[in-house]
């Protein structure tokens, strides 16, 4: 049943009570602890509220190993299961943990294995004693050879080819594969860890670092917010540390953090801005990591420390809304959770909003408004892809993923119509009323969890009951809930844009050679949109004009990069497929690298190119980006 269905028309009846209950003298709603479909947890049973790591990297047989003392609570009277998430976890002993550190063993078994939910950790808990509800469970474990979270690179595979390195990325659900845990983003908790790892390298988590003894190889964090178990994030390897300002720095490999450092110059300006508009930063610090090419996220928002694709450093700063959108997730995201991953749009989508208005507060109009088009021109196409593959209703924002990966979840259609919807908001009630309504959310919401029906009912008491004829009712839930986007949203347009384009067509209709176009002034933006928007009939000598001209071959800006190689691969191209190779072997970023080998699957001729080039890659990429290449190329092996 599609979404739309799903809501029903007495939807609205339910939303407006909630509303009035927001409308009343009380800033907070009791969110119910409901069953997450993609989690095996029973919040409604035992919730964890503080996880105590303490493991051991072990390079030569790429696991860790050690254990988790899992703080939970008792929320039902007679309850006596704890259920934990785990998937190819070895679990050795479980325990109950005492005031003085003496454990008790207890019964548990693993459930069956789920592709999806990997499998149940189900533990027999007996009656809390005394006053508190609160008890310490004690799991010794080691990670699996296939945990999903875990990459492990050899020195080779990194910056600096001097030592090995290890990152997590446990979003969305792969922070089973590392921790058992309740891994769901309606459950949140603080941590503290100890991590032990070879002399030489450093560790650093999404926490704050408290030092250890020099020297031993032990790393000390404590992360006092509550956070769900995707947020939680290890890595380690030959880092490096500059300061930036006085709440902000980044990490890197030697060999990149002098580049990185000038890269990110503007981050607690950003940082700045970002608070002036949205409220306090409420996480203390706000540093980078910028990680091995083989990450898989062009971002990842682990709270205190995002984790950065190095395909962010261009040398001239033109990238850095990857940056505020990852800063802005310390509002959106990370201090107000998406209840479940149907509910993504609230997470990227309000975070995709937030990122181009800092953007516009630091680097003024021009460099969002451009954002914007472009964002536009992608969703376009997004939903236009999904049409023709018969899934319309995974354009809608809210999703319903049940039985389905919530990988799945992950398009642009939470980025960008989410954003959208927020823009399209804004033009209807003006930007003040909305600014101060995003104050409002952050603040009631902050550190908790909402779903798609609660923003909506919070969204219709605090913003639109006070205007009541900004948004039509059926228009307002085409948004949220329809497929595609509603009719007569306008359509964003921007000067320099508009030049590349009145360009494009004179270069296209030959009323301008191609030394004529004035490509040293445009920006990476502009780039993008002439290159994203030629047509895949040019003539090989065309190409080759346009590739000299504009130094397209030795482009360091990765998207401008991605954009001309898949012109390069739609127009069959062949002079660029040397530098397609040494793209596709030298980032796994999966935005960069996704689009093309779909082009390359197209045609066997170009799917035996993508074969070989995959063959080298492979050993580099992020096993999610290995799943995705693989599902794409499944023949390889006999090509």
């Given at each position: 049943m599609a979404v739309a269905d799903r809501v029903g028309t007495t939807a609205p009846v339910a939303l407006i009570a909630i509303a009035i209950a927001w409308l009343g003298c009380c800033a907070a709603v009791a969110v119910a602890a409901t069953r997450d479909p993609h989690s095996h947890a029973e919040p409604s049973q035992y919730v964890v509220r503080h996880a105590a790591l303490d493991l051991e990297t072990d390079f030569g047989v790429q696991r860790l190993r050690g254990a988790v003392d899992l703080t939970v609570e008792r929320i039902a009277p007679t309850a006596d299961r704890l259920l934990l998430d785990t998937r190819g976890l070895e679990i050795q002993t479980v325990g109950l943990r005492d005031a003085a550190g003496n454990v008790t063993p207890l019964e548990h078994r693993l459930g069956p294995p789920d592709p999806i939910l990997g499998r149940a950790l189900e533990i027999d808990m007996p009656a809390p004693t005394g006053a508190t509800a609160r008890q310490v469970v004690r799991i010794e474990y080691s990670t699996g050879p296939d945990a999903t979270a875990l990459q492990w690179l050899a020195s080779e595979q990194t910056a600096g080819r001097a030592q090995p390195f290890l990152y997590t990325q446990s979003q969305p659900v792969h922070a089973r594969s590392w921790i058992p845990v309740q891994d769901s983003p309606g459950i949140r908790f603080t941590y503290e860890a100890r991590i032990r790892t070879p002399p030489g390298l450093q560790a650093v988590m999404s926490a704050a670092r408290d030092p250890g003894p020099s020297g031993t190889g032990e790393h000390h964090f404590v992360m006092p917010q509550p956070i769900p178990a995707y947020l939680v994030a290890l890595a380690v390897g030959d880092l490096e540390f500059r300061e930036l300002g006085p709440r902000t720095g980044v990490y890197a490999e030697p060999a990149v953090l002098a580049a990185a450092a000038h890269e990110f110059a503007d981050l607690e300006a950003m940082l700045v801005a970002a608070e002036r508009l949205f409220g306090p930063y409420r996480w203390d610090r706000y540093d980078l990591l910028i990680?091995?090419?083989?990450?898989?996220?062009?971002?990842?928002?682990?709270?205190?420390?995002?984790?950065?694709?190095?395909?962010?450093?261009?040398?001239?700063?033109?990238?850095?809304?990857?940056?505020?959108?990852?800063?802005?997730?310390?509002?959106?995201?990370?201090?107000?959770?998406?209840?479940?991953?149907?509910?993504?749009?609230?997470?990227?989508?309000?975070?995709?909003?937030?990122?181009?208005?800092?953007?516009?507060?630091?680097?003024?109009?021009?460099?969002?408004?451009?954002?914007?088009?472009?964002?536009?021109?992608?969703?376009?196409?997004?939903?236009?892809?999904?049409?023709?593959?018969?899934?319309?209703?995974?354009?809608?924002?809210?999703?319903?993923?049940?039985?389905?990966?919530?990988?799945?979840?992950?398009?642009?259609?939470?980025?960008?119509?989410?954003?959208?919807?927020?823009?399209?908001?804004?033009?209807?009630?003006?930007?003040?009323?909305?600014?101060?309504?995003?104050?409002?959310?952050?603040?009631?919401?902050?550190?908790?969890?909402?779903?798609?029906?609660?923003?909506?009912?919070?969204?219709?008491?605090?913003?639109?009951?006070?205007?009541?004829?900004?948004?039509?009712?059926?228009?307002?839930?085409?948004?949220?809930?329809?497929?595609?986007?509603?009719?007569?949203?306008?359509?964003?347009?921007?000067?320099?844009?508009?030049?590349?384009?009145?360009?494009?067509?004179?270069?296209?209709?030959?009323?301008?050679?191609?030394?004529?176009?004035?490509?040293?002034?445009?920006?990476?933006?502009?780039?993008?949109?002439?290159?994203?928007?030629?047509?895949?009939?040019?003539?090989?000598?065309?190409?080759?004009?346009?590739?000299?001209?504009?130094?397209?071959?030795?482009?360091?800006?990765?998207?401008?990069?991605?954009?001309?190689?898949?012109?390069?691969?739609?127009?069959?191209?062949?002079?660029?497929?040397?530098?397609?190779?040494?793209?596709?072997?030298?980032?796994?970023?999966?935005?960069?690298?996704?689009?093309?080998?779909?082009?390359?699957?197209?045609?066997?001729?170009?799917?035996?190119?993508?074969?070989?080039?995959?063959?080298?890659?492979?050993?580099?990429?992020?096993?999610?980006?290995?799943?995705?290449?693989?599902?794409?190329?499944?023949?390889?092996?006999?090509?």
């Open positions: 990680m091995p090419p083989s990450f898989p996220m062009g971002g990842m928002e682990n709270p205190r420390l995002s984790f950065i694709s190095p395909t962010v450093i261009a040398g001239d700063r033109s990238l850095v809304s990857m940056i505020t959108h990852e800063m802005a997730h310390s509002w959106s995201g990370n201090l107000v959770t998406n209840a479940g991953w149907g509910d993504f749009w609230l997470n990227e989508g309000v975070t995709t909003y937030l990122e181009r208005r800092i953007l516009e507060g630091v680097f003024g109009s021009r460099l969002a408004a451009m954002e914007l088009v472009l964002g536009r021109q992608y969703l376009d196409e997004e939903i236009a892809d999904l049409m023709a593959a018969g899934k319309a209703s995974d354009t809608a924002l809210a999703l319903d993923l049940r039985g389905r990966d919530p990988d799945e979840a992950l398009s642009n259609i939470a980025y960008e119509k989410g954003s959208l919807f927020l823009q399209f908001v804004e033009w209807r009630v003006g930007r003040a009323a909305l600014d101060r309504f995003l104050a409002g959310y952050f603040h009631d919401f902050g550190f908790r969890t909402v779903t798609t029906a609660e923003f909506e009912a919070y969204l219709r008491a605090k913003l639109l009951a006070r205007h009541p004829d900004a948004i039509g009712e059926r228009e307002f839930r085409q948004w949220l809930y329809g497929a595609g986007l509603p009719s007569g949203v306008p359509t964003v347009r921007d000067a320099a844009l508009a030049a590349v384009e009145q360009q494009r067509d004179d270069w296209l209709a030959g009323r301008l050679e191609t030394g004529e176009l004035p490509v040293e002034s445009w920006s990476p933006q502009q780039w993008m949109r002439f290159l994203d928007t030629l047509p895949d009939d040019l003539t090989d000598q065309r190409l080759a004009e346009l590739a000299a001209h504009g130094s397209l071959a030795e482009a360091g800006n990765y998207e401008v990069s991605r954009s001309w190689l898949l012109l390069a691969v739609r127009s069959d191209y062949r002079p660029a497929d040397a530098r397609l190779e040494s793209f596709l072997v030298g980032t796994g970023r999966h935005k960069m690298v996704k689009r093309l080998y779909e082009e390359l699957a197209r045609t066997p001729e170009r799917r035996a190119l993508g074969c070989r080039i995959y063959a080298q890659a492979r050993p580099g990429y992020h096993p999610t980006t290995r799943q995705m290449v693989d599902a794409l190329l499944p023949d390889c092996d006999r090509i």
